[in-house]
C-alpha cells in the first residue's frame, strides 16, 4: 500500500515521515497535521507509510499492521529483527524518494508513534544521516544500546522524546531508557513527559509544534 501523502500548499520543500504504532493505520497521526496549526506557507510534505498486516505473536497471532513481529515482552521486548530491518529499509527507501524529489536530508524530519517510533530511531542511528531530526513518540529502542555501539555518531540527532506518565504498553521507563542512551552516545535529546497513557495530547502537540518550527526553519 501506498504511503498517505499530504502535500503542503506551497511547494514542498521539507518533509516529515510519520510512522504510525501497532495496530493502526496510515491515517491514525492525519488530524494531527490540522491540530499542529503550521504556518500556511511551512512548505511540509507528510508522508503517513502503512505497516504491512501479518500475525503478532503477542496478539495471539491474530495479524493485524505491524512494522515487527513481537516474540514477547518480558524481561525485554523480543522481536522479529528481520521484519524491522524491512521496515528499516521502507524508511531509508522513502528518505531516497523525497531527496529524489529535491528535498534536503538537512529538512527531512523521521517521526514515529510506539512501534513506529522505534523503528525511525533504528533508522536514524544506523543511518547516519544529517537528517533536520526525529520525533521519538512513546517508544522505545530495541537493542538501541549495541545499534548505538555499532554506529557511532556521525552528526548529533536532533532528537525530541515524548511519553505518557501513565503509559501502560510501553512503561515511561522503557522511553527514558531510550532517551538515556542516545545523550550517552552524544545526540542531541530533548525529554518531554507528559500527565497521559499511551497516547497523544494536546500540550504534547504544541511541544512537537514548536520543536518542528525550530528544526525546520518555519
Same mark, same amino acid.
Given at each position: 500500500?501506498?504511503?498517505? #501523502? +499530504?502535500?503542503? !500548499?506551497?511547494?514542498?520543500?521539507?518533509?516529515?515521515? /510519520?510512522?504510525?504504532?501497532?495496530? %493502526?493505520?496510515?491515517?491514525?497521526?492525519?488530524?494531527?497535521?490540522?491540530?499542529?496549526?503550521?504556518?500556511?506557507?511551512?512548505? #511540509? &510534505?507528510?508522508?503517513?507509510?502503512?505497516?504491512?498486516? &501479518?500475525?503478532?505473536? +503477542?496478539?495471539?497471532?491474530?495479524?493485524?499492521?505491524?512494522?515487527?513481529?513481537?516474540?514477547?515482552?518480558?524481561?525485554?521486548? *523480543?522481536?522479529?529483527?528481520?521484519?524491522?530491518?524491512?521496515? +528499516?529499509?521502507?524508511?531509508?527507501?522513502?528518505?531516497?524518494?523525497?531527496?529524489?524529489?529535491? +528535498?534536503?536530508?538537512?529538512?527531512?524530519? =523521521?517521526?514515529?508513534?510506539?512501534?513506529?517510533?522505534?523503528?525511525?530511531?533504528?533508522? *536514524?542511528?544506523?543511518?547516519?544521516?544529517?537528517? %533536520?531530526?526525529?520525533?521519538?513518540?512513546?517508544?522505545?529502542?530495541?537493542? =538501541?544500546?549495541?545499534?548505538? $555501539?555499532?554506529?557511532?555518531?556521525?552528526?548529533?540527532?536532533?532528537?525530541?522524546?515524548?511519553?505518557? &506518565?501513565?503509559?501502560? !504498553?510501553?512503561?515511561?521507563?522503557?522511553?527514558?531508557?531510550?532517551?538515556?542512551?542516545?545523550?550517552?552516545?552524544?545526540?542531541?535529546?530533548? /525529554?518531554?513527559?507528559?500527565?497521559?497513557?499511551?497516547? !497523544?495530547?494536546?500540550?504534547? #502537540?504544541?511541544?512537537? &509544534? $514548536? /520543536?518542528?518550527?525550530?528544526?525546520?526553519?518555519?
Amino acid at each position: 500500500m501506498s504511503p498517505h #501523502i +499530504i502535500e503542503p !500548499v506551497s511547494p514542498a520543500s521539507r518533509a516529515v515521515i /510519520w510512522l504510525h504504532g501497532l495496530g %493502526a493505520d496510515c491515517y491514525d497521526f492525519v488530524p494531527v497535521v490540522e491540530a499542529l496549526q503550521l504556518p500556511d506557507n511551512h512548505g #511540509i &510534505r507528510f508522508i503517513f507509510p502503512q505497516a504491512p498486516t &501479518r500475525p503478532v505473536t +503477542i496478539n495471539g497471532g491474530f495479524p493485524m499492521p505491524s512494522w515487527y513481529d513481537i516474540l514477547g515482552v518480558s524481561p525485554a521486548r *523480543a522481536i522479529n529483527q528481520a521484519q524491522l530491518d524491512e521496515s +528499516i529499509a521502507l524508511v531509508r527507501q522513502l528518505i531516497d524518494e523525497q531527496c529524489a524529489q529535491g +528535498i534536503a536530508l538537512e529538512n527531512i524530519v =523521521l517521526a514515529g508513534f510506539s512501534q513506529g517510533g522505534a523503528v525511525v530511531l533504528c533508522t *536514524a542511528v544506523s543511518s547516519q544521516l544529517p537528517l %533536520a531530526g526525529v520525533m521519538a513518540l512513546s517508544t522505545y529502542g530495541p537493542d =538501541l544500546d549495541k545499534l548505538l $555501539q555499532d554506529y557511532p555518531v556521525l552528526q548529533p540527532l536532533s532528537v525530541f522524546h515524548a511519553h505518557g &506518565r501513565f503509559d501502560e !504498553v510501553l512503561p515511561l521507563s522503557m522511553g527514558r531508557q531510550a532517551h538515556d542512551l542516545m545523550q550517552a552516545a552524544g545526540h542531541q535529546t530533548r /525529554w518531554h513527559e507528559y500527565a497521559m497513557a499511551h497516547e !497523544v495530547c494536546m500540550p504534547e #502537540i504544541a511541544d512537537i &509544534r $514548536q /520543536w518542528l518550527v525550530e528544526r525546520l526553519g518555519l
